[in-house]
């Protein structure tokens, strides 16, 4: 009666219990749930990835540096980054060294895409090597080809305003909130019109690249800042 | 900015570019390069392990040594590479520093000599990398510790010369082994505990019966006893806390600590009990003040050093002990409440309510077992089981850590014992090598006159007895030589040799045979090589004067303004001293090379002229420092003593 009745319940909650501990190990058998939020082994594996250039020989016919030159290049490079590839985390992490007052994670995204031209999500030393070969030894049409790029976000050969906001927006957080004069809340906008009045010529809207060079190269400024990092290296 | 990261400086300028199609302003020009050197490879020599690296490397942190312009200090041109005399293993930490950016430390390294190279290469220790700062830190306070526990106990030994009887008596009370009367007190308290808690227990023992038939405790039965017992323990314990009470520097801080706390815990009960015998009302908080006189079996933990780590110990686990004993209530809570719903419908159960089922959990968890509370239903018993396996698992956890905590602090302590006994030892020995370098001054000087003096007599086969002196050795005496000659006074040197080996070198048919058996050492007239004394350095040689009481001999002082006979030159000698000194203590020979002789001396030179110093050669190196035998001081005219055989004195008066 009364006795019988409470063990019975007793032996019911045992039941109960052992039940829900089975359902959850199942539900964990099958990935549905994780109990243990270890991603570091992830990240192990991601780091075993490992990429090797290729030859001296190749890259110094490919790119504009001499043997030297690449490296200093490889070394410093391979330094920074011992598996050989630069992923967007670690350029983002280089980048933002050298900026410490902002926020420079924006800009770096843009142009870690710039340097990723096989659009792999990493940077490889072939790569690096290509894009500083076209900043530092290629002629005025190459780099303003490349800053065009850089600007084209979507890579469809117009430059939009949105896209120019965008960027920007990049730069100026890259300068961060201590400023002189402080930062006006339009001022990317602002920057932006003047660059479109100065570089639309058809006023369309958007920028192409012939209409990109075209104005750089009447610009004198324009013209002598692209010369200004030649001997970087 | 790291300096890892300057090597993608070139990289971020060339991105650069990117800004200028939509800059405002114009740019500010470039910083020209100007000794733009090609990277070079420079070798660094480290006590002859050869590292190579890049110069760029190592300009990346242009505020330490190698980065700097300092390193060309030890630019070596023969070899054109820059060599330190360090140690190789931490450089090689130094200078992969330079080359990943993080500073790392060797666990093998120690402590001491790893910051002395960080230093040396002007490198912040703070910079060690995260991996490693933690072992570093706790090694430094490691060794801080150790250092000042011995700065500590030397201290203590220290025997200050005024203290007052106050501080005595303090020390005495906190180290026994001062003084043998601290050693009594120190046993005489401890017997008297350990008969106070004797008593106590057995007091409760029944001993025998009275007619009635009933069984008394002793404590009952030789009531009188007992209390007389008790009395004269209570007494002592009271007269000692008055009495550390009286010598503690604070008191203030004394009443406060845990000790003294414990004292008057011990004694008070007896004290209460007196006033209150009378009173029934209280008699059971009499009685329950009679359970603390048990405390005084904690005074026992000023006899015993483990005592009182054990103690140290659970209060520095404080943190461990109270994680268990909350861990352990929550599962206690938690299964009592399952056993009792689990019991609830058996018959007859024990576990009427949830805080009846407390004392079954704790009796199971800790796997005590009574068997007073059983479970009777399947469930109950299933349950039952899983809180006695969950009970062993949820003590063993925080006792290791409670363990390890005592085992280090305890094996601290004996270490600690252990280093203060080994440091006598250690110093004396360290003191026998410093005595015996001093004394190398001496002999060295010993050897100096020698030389002089056979250079003069040209007799050529005593020179096997000059010691090659290293040029150190040698810079080393004659700095000390020339503090002589600024102050006018001189080192004693002490040397029974000398005086034989001068003896036997000239006018040995002065010696009296007698006197060279009996080796006598007393003064011989020594040639000093001083300017002051023109008519004694033209001594052609040594003179000997033999001891003075052996009117048999006789002094030769050639070309001295001396007389030639021993008398008139014992008198010409006295004079000598009764003009320089007023102080026949002066006689006192002194072969250390300590401020002791300087002091000693001075009172002799009261601006008078002459100056007369005793030298005493030291003994040869077969006989110790401290075997060394002085003659006794003799009397201010006569600079006569009978030495004890083995110390010859040679005296030189410094004209």
């Known amino acids: ?233 | 900015m790291a300096a890892g990261v300057a090597a993608w400086l070139p990289f971020a300028r060339a991105a650069a570019i990117g800004w200028m199609p939509v800059a405002n302003c114009p740019m500010p020009l470039a910083p020209a390069d100007k000794n733009k050197r090609q990277d070079e490879l420079i070798i660094l020599n480290v006590s002859g392990r050869r590292f190579q690296t890049w110069r760029t490397t190592l300009e990346r942190y242009p505020d330490t040594l190698l980065g700097s312009t300092e390193k060309e200090f030890f630019f070596n041109e023969d070899t054109k590479e820059y060599f330190f005399d360090r140690d190789p293993e931490v450089f090689r930490c130094v200078l992969n520093f330079y080359r990943t950016g993080k500073l790392h430390y060797p666990r093998y390294e120690c402590i001491s000599a790893y910051d002395d190279e960080l230093a040396f290469y002007g490198i912040l220790p703070e910079i060690i990398g995260d991996c490693c700062y933690e072992e570093y830190k706790d090694r430094k306070r490691e060794n801080a510790e150790r250092l000042m526990d011995d700065n500590d106990s030397e201290n203590n030994q220290e025997s200050l010369p005024s203290l007052s009887f106050r501080q005595t008596m303090w020390r005495a009370f906190e180290n026994p082994h001062t003084s043998t009367l601290a050693l009594v007190f120190y046993y005489v308290t401890g017997f008297f505990i350990a008969v106070s808690v004797i008593t106590n227990v057995v007091e409760t023992v029944p001993c025998g019966t009275v007619p009635g038939n009933k069984e008394l405790p002793c404590g009952e039965r030789y009531a009188v006893a007992f209390f007389c017992l008790d009395t004269a323990c209570v007494m002592i314990f009271t007269v000692e806390y008055l009495l550390r009470l009286f010598a503690a520097p604070s008191r203030y801080r004394f009443i406060r600590s845990v000790m003294s706390i414990i004292d008057v815990v011990a004694i008070m009960p007896y004290y209460i009990g007196l006033v209150m015998t009378n009173n029934e009302d209280v008699s059971g908080a009499f009685v329950t003040l009679r359970v603390f006189r048990v405390f005084r079996i904690f005074k026992f933990s000023r006899h015993s050093q483990g005592l009182r780590i054990l103690g140290y110990t659970l209060k520095s686990c404080a943190s461990e002990l109270g994680f268990l004993l909350f861990s352990l209530t929550m599962a206690i809570i938690i299964f009592a409440t399952v056993m009792f719903y689990a019991e609830k419908g058996s018959s007859a159960s024990k576990f009427t309510s949830i805080p009846a089922s407390f004392w079954y959990t704790i009796v199971t968890m800790t796997t005590l077992g009574y068997g007073d509370m059983v479970p009777k239903t399947i469930a109950g018993k299933i349950f039952g089981s899983i809180c006695s396996l969950s009970g062993v698992l949820v003590i063993a956890l925080p006792v290791p850590v409670i363990v390890s905590n005592f085992s280090r602090i305890y094996h601290q302590n004996q270490r600690a014992d252990k280093r203060r006994a080994q440091k006598k030892a250690r110093l004396a020995r360290i003191r026998v090598a410093k005595t015996g370098s001093s004394n190398a001054y001496l002999h060295s000087k010993r050897n100096g006159l020698l030389n002089e003096a056979l250079e003069l007599t040209g007799s050529p086969e005593d020179e096997h007895l000059t010691k090659t002196t290293s040029l150190i050795e040698s810079q080393h005496h004659h700095l000390l030589h020339c503090l002589e000659k600024t102050t006018g006074l001189s080192y004693l040197v002490d040397d029974p040799l000398l005086s034989v080996r001068t003896s036997t070198i000239k006018n040995h048919e002065f010696i009296d045979e007698q006197m060279f058996e009996q080796n006598c050492m007393e003064s011989s007239m020594q040639n000093y090589p001083s300017t002051r004394s023109p008519s004694l350095s033209s001594h052609p040689g040594l003179t000997t004067s033999c001891c003075s009481r052996r009117s048999k001999k006789t002094t030769h002082l050639p070309n001295s303004n001396l007389p030639a006979t021993r008398l008139r030159s014992m008198q010409e000698l006295s004079t000598i001293h009764i003009q320089g000194s007023e102080q026949p203590s002066l006689t006192t020979s002194r072969s250390s090379l300590n401020l002791k002789a300087d002091d000693g001396l001075r009172p002799n030179c009261k601006g008078s002229q002459i100056t007369t110093a005793i030298i005493s050669i030291p003994t040869p190196p077969a006989l110790t420092p401290e075997g060394e035998s002085r003659p006794p001081p003799s009397s201010p005219g006569s600079t006569t003593n009978i030495p004890p055989i083995g110390s010859n004195i040679v005296k030189v008066s410094a004209l």
């Open chain 1, 1 to 233: 009666m009364l006795t019988l009745e409470w063990e019975s319940e007793g032996l019911q909650t045992v039941g109960i219990v052992v039940i829900i501990c089975a359902s959850l190990k199942l539900l964990h058998l099958l990935g549905l749930i994780d109990f243990s939020e270890d991603s570091v082994e992830d990240e192990m594996e991601m780091a075993t990835v490992r990429h090797r250039p290729e030859a001296l020989e190749l890259l110094e016919a490919q790119s504009k540096f001499t043997k030297k030159e690449l490296q200093i290049l490889y070394r410093g490079f391979k330094n920074e980054c011992p598996s050989g590839v630069v992923n967007e985390e670690t350029f983002k992490e280089i980048y933002s060294q050298f900026f410490p007052q902002g926020d420079s994670t924006t800009y770096a995204h843009f142009l870690f895409n710039a340097f990723d031209t096989d659009h792999n999500g990493s940077v490889s030393f072939e790569d690096f090597v290509m894009g500083l070969s076209i900043l530092l030894r290629g002629t005025v049409q190459e780099k303003l080809n490349w800053a065009f790029n850089l600007y084209d976000i979507n890579k469809d050969g117009y430059i939009t305003k949105e896209e120019m906001l965008d960027i920007m927006k990049a730069i100026y957080d890259m300068m961060g909130k201590c400023t002189y004069p402080v930062l006006k809340e339009d001022a990317p906008r602002q920057h932006v019109e003047t660059f479109f009045q100065k570089m639309d010529k058809n006023k369309d809207g958007v920028v192409t690249i012939d209409e990109f060079i075209e104005s750089c190269q009447k610009d004198e400024n324009i013209m002598r800042s692209m010369q200004l990092f030649e001997n970087v290296i």
